[in-house]
């Protein structure tokens, strides 16, 4: 983290980076304290540690989404600007980013989410060189955690599913 405005909410993303979750330090108690999640701590540059930890996701293995069903969602949100492109491979890491689609704009595979963490990441990317993303995914009583310690910037977004969810996983809108 860097700059002197450091954020004073209790939960928020650094500019930019939206697959960055960090919450201030009495929040992360309550994390650590009910939810199987791995937290980090947050430093400045100059200052060292700050007392807000940033949630870091699991990031599961198989696919979220149907590739095509991402190339609809795509072309229905970018088609007019970039015609039948849907992504790039990254020249740097050589992996394929999507061109970035919602969190709630294609329907997620169940069968991808198992995994006992109750914050996880997409495998798929999104987005362009250091623009780039994952997709997160909160358990609900994660996420109405969140909603609650910040209701102006974090709201609920039901996720829908390709087969019946067993997972309880839920979206940040």
């Not at 229905?76 to 992504?87: A, C, E, M, P």
Request: proline share 8%.
């Amino acid at each position: 983290m860097q700059g002197s405005k450091f954020p004073t909410a209790d939960v928020w993303m650094p500019n930019w980076l939206f697959d960055v979750v960090c919450v201030s330090a009495c929040v992360a108690e309550e994390v650590r304290g009910q939810f199987n999640v791995t937290l980090r701590e947050v430093r400045k540059p100059r200052t060292g540690p700050t007392g807000a930890q940033q949630l870091i996701p699991v990031r599961t293995r198989g696919a979220w989404y149907r590739p095509a069903d991402l190339e609809d969602a795509i072309h229905s949100r970018h088609g007019q600007l970039s015609g039948d492109r849907t992504g790039g491979t990254c020249a740097g890491c050589g992996r394929w980013k999507w061109l970035p689609v919602m969190v709630g704009d294609v329907p997620v595979q169940a069968s991808a989410l198992s995994t006992s963490s109750d914050v996880i990441a997409s495998p798929e990317s999104f987005g362009d060189g250091l623009m780039s993303f994952r997709h997160l995914l909160f358990r609900r009583p994660l996420a109405e955690l969140l909603v609650a310690k910040n209701p102006r910037s974090w709201s609920l977004l039901e996720v829908r599913y390709q087969t019946p969810p067993e997972s309880g996983m839920t979206g940040r809108a």
